[in-house]
């Protein structure tokens, strides 16, 4: 018997799922595996895993809570992954984010919210950007690889939030922990709870209008512009962007500049909503995650909504893994790398169709 | 400065670049032989932890470091696995191996630390260890380290002077050629891939063993990341790995002695030291490749790009 293997014609509508589910599952099998490595129960283990994830309603609250920022976070580095470039660095801009939005918190803490939170929004921004666009600026002019400096610029980013949290912005009141005084209410992105009342829907707030409005942004930039269909094509390469006169350098420094954008908004909305005050805890991991979620997504809008929603999901599991079983928080990132690396193996099944072949007679078996 | 200091900071730099060293070297055989792999950090802190682990239930460092050499070619034979045999892509497979990794090595590590471990010891190279300067710095350190200066000559050796490493280079340069040459690319490529993971393993296996003897995890902290920078510094050649990986434990042993003399530079700030360093030898080599017109300078051809099947 030998193995055949050749391209495929089209891909296969149903086998996409096919493919997901058996990756999916191979990956539980491989996390499972690992729960018995650590003694503890496998079976048992996934089950309060998806318990914790989907068993209540607060549970699946609490994970759309957390997918708004892996989502933004997710849409930042899509779009940059859709022309090649690896933007590895969403968890450092995701913390210039969360410094540039405390910057005008605790600077311009007296304006009202209808001032002070857009100014929040653009220093985040900007400063994310900014993050952003050192790794863009320094590939372009110097052919510096960008995947290598993103990811330093994270654990820079990072001891920048420290530094600022453990040294001069340190709350005097707040007995030698390192975070911020809390915010001034109008820095504070309020809960819907006004309006949907006091219920667990109440515990929504504002920020999750932002995950709309990007997606849109993210469909139309991508669909309906000239700039977007521009990208497109350079995904295929720098040399067929440059001999196409594609604005290739232009590009490189809007997506890195928008994803940087993005993912410091996703740190602008996690400190102000959900801590209300920049602490160092602000950093859980979002925009490694947002990798995962964005590759697993296939760059696609709607799809890594869904998927954010499943990995935050996840994440809330491991919390209640962590809870009733001891199991240390990293077995949530076991789970990611183990998934990613199942669905990356999978997709050779989309694009390639494995038969088992008798060779013929006259064939020397190879 | 003190002369006294001087040797120790020297010794401290040896100690400090030996784990990027065979990390490097590991990923120069892989990149040699067209594989990224961006999983050096997962594989490191894995290797950190088998290396604990075996060395805390057996007691013997030896086997310890065996352990770690063998995770982390486990875990780079996962990432060959992936993106040779089923085509996946080289940068998302390696960064999901290095999710993978740390978390398993703190998955697996948390009941542990602050364990201690036995691990390597100094002792005085005879003869050597007497040298006025050098024998201070360099000849009184553990088994490792010694094991260190030889691998830089190892890995030069086997990748030029033999003709598996030519091989092994063919494949990374022109696949197809080295088909034609009745070579087998791909077999070729998983031995690069799971070399270079081992000697990661032995990089990350120094680092519970002979840099700290308490297990904590988290070992690697960006070492990794360190290693697949100097590579590029290296122009992925043995000889200048060892430059920029004493360079880079220059650095970390300076950041560590300035943060145990009460400084009151805040200790965030010496931290960012080394990851800022990495992004200037970027800039530095990337200037220099440019101007020495890309000669001898230039990643292998077929770095990152994967064998298609036929038909």
Known sequence: ?366 | MSPELVVALLAATVQAGTPILFATLGEIISERAGVLNLGVEGCMALASFAGFLVCHQTGSAWLGLAAGGCAGALLAGLHGLVCQVFLGNQVVSGLALTIFGVGLCNFLGTPYVGQATVGFQQFAVPALSELPLLGAVFFRQDALVYLSYLTPVAVWFLLWRTSLGLGLRAAGEMPAAAAAAGLNPLRLRFLGVLLGGFLCGLGGAYLSLAHTHLWTTSLSGGRGWVAVALVIFAFWRPGRAVAGAYLFGGIMAFQLRLQASGTNVPSSLLLMLPYVLTVLVLVLSAARARSAHGRGSAAPAALGVNIEPEG
């Not at chain 1, 001034?184 to 829907?201: N, V, Y």
């Open chain 1, 1 to 366: 018997m030998i193995l055949i293997v050749s391209k495929r014609e089209a891909l296969p509508g149903r086998g996409v799922l096919v493919v997901y589910l058996g990756a999916l599952a191979l990956a539980l099998g491989l996390c499972a595996g690992m729960l018995l490595l650590a003694g503890k129960p496998a079976l048992g283990g996934l089950a309060v895993l998806f318990q914790g994830a989907f068993g209540q309603a607060h549970s699946l609250l609490d994970a759309l809570l957390k997918a708004i920022p892996i989502f933004l976070c997710s849409l930042g580095v899509a779009l940059c992954f859709r022309m090649q470039i690896w933007n590895i660095g969403a968890e450092g801009q995701f913390a210039l984010g969360a410094v540039g939005a405390t910057w005008a918190a605790l600077s311009f803490g007296g304006l009202p919210g209808a001032l002070l939170l857009p100014l929040m929004f653009l220093s985040a921004m900007a400063l994310g950007a900014l993050w952003g666009l050192i790794p863009a600026v320094l590939r372009l002019r110097l052919g510096v690889n960008e995947i290598i400096s993103s990811l330093m610029l994270n654990y820079v980013g990072i001891l920048v939030l420290e530094y600022l949290v453990f040294g001069i912005w340190k709350d005097p009141a707040s007995f030698g922990f390192p975070m911020t005084s809390e915010f001034p209410a109008g820095a504070q992105i309020g809960r819907m709870g006004a309006s949907l009342g006091t219920g667990l829907l109440g515990k929504l707030h504002w920020g999750l209008l932002a995950c709309p409005l990007a997606g849109l942004a993210y469909s139309v930039f991508l669909g309906r512009t000239r700039l977007g269909f521009e990208l497109a094509a350079c995904g295929e390469g720098e040399r067929v962007a440059r001999y196409a006169r594609l604005p290739y350098g232009f590009l490189v420094l809007l997506v890195m500049g928008l994803g940087g954008a993005l993912s410091g908004l996703a740190g602008c909305i996690e400190t102000s909503a959900t801590l209300g005050r920049l602490q160092p805890t602000v950093m859980v991991g979002y925009g490694y995650t947002a990798i995962v979620v964005a590759w697993l997504a296939r760059l696609k809008p709607w799809p890594i909504a869904f998927t954010a929603f499943l990995l935050a999901a996840l994440r809330v599991g491991v919390e209640a893994m962590q809870l009733e079983l001891q199991i240390p928080a990293a077995f949530g990132q076991i789970m990611e790398g183990a998934i990613l690396l199942c669905v990356l193996a999978g997709q050779f099944f989309l694009t390639y169709s494995v038969r088992l072949r008798r060779p013929a007679p006259s064939e020397a078996p190879s």
